[in-house]
């Protein structure tokens, strides 16, 4: 887009800025950039977000749009101050912490990840992506206890499915509690339809228990 059209849209907004009318503009606006998005022009919505914020400084969702296409352009400080700018205007947005927790994930801040996980979660309990994000954290940082309790928590309001099972399993494993990671994993096949990851995971814990005969026949199912 153009230097002229953005300075229109500074010039509109700025005409409506004590009017009511400038919330029908600023949507508007909103949803060119959100057509930028879907475009994959990602640069353009980022400038129309920008034109918005000059004259209208206090939108929390226009930082957090702003935040997640920073990190999408892997423009990470960025994104995280812009996340961080949309949080304090709005502290109770639950979305805007878990893409914060995305982004400081991706750069290993584990601790500030859980955190902002936590947050998301103590906002709304019933945030099933932010939950099962801590959880997955909690595995990959390899403290079992934690993720064992969190997916048990986490099944406790949703339905389980196949990935966050296994990965349930796969913190039992590594609480040296592999019969019940076994039947899992086998609750898991029977459930759901074939998954190389489980059945490998399966075949794991199964060599774990000396159950050789069967572990060789799942893990050559993980192969095909």
């Not at 913190?171 to 998954?195: P, S």
């Not at 572990?215 to 050559?220: E, I």
Request: glycine fraction near 2%.
């Amino acid at each position: 887009m153009k230097y002229k059209q953005f300075l229109i849209i500074i010039v509109v907004l700025l005409s409506f800025k004590s009017n009511v009318v400038a919330q029908n503009k600023v949507q508007s606006f909103l949803q060119q950039a959100a057509q930028s998005e879907k475009a994959g022009n990602l640069d353009e919505a980022i400038s129309i977000y920008l034109q918005i914020l000059q004259v209208f400084p206090d939108i929390a969702s226009v930082y957090n749009n702003l935040g997640t296409n920073y990190f999408e352009l892997q423009q990470y400080d960025k994104a995280i101050f812009a996340l961080e700018k949309s949080i304090a205007l709005n502290p109770q947005d639950e979305k805007t912490y878990f893409n914060l927790a995305i982004v400081l994930w991706h750069l290993k801040r584990t601790d500030e990840t859980i955190s902002a996980l936590q947050k998301a979660v103590e906002i709304n309990p019933q945030y099933v992506k932010a939950r099962t994000k801590m959880c997955d954290v909690w595995l990959a940082s390899n403290q079992a206890n934690k993720a064992v309790g969190c997916y048990e928590k986490l099944f406790s309001i949703v339905s389980k499915d196949v990935q966050s099972n296994s990965n349930y399993g796969v913190a039992l494993m590594r609480q040296n509690r592999l019969a019940e990671a076994v039947k899992i994993f086998e609750e898991n096949d029977k459930t759901f339809a074939a998954n190389a990851e489980n059945l490998n995971n399966w075949g794991v814990a199964l060599l774990e228990i000396r159950r050789f005969k069967q572990a060789v026949s799942v893990l050559n199912r993980a192969l095909k």
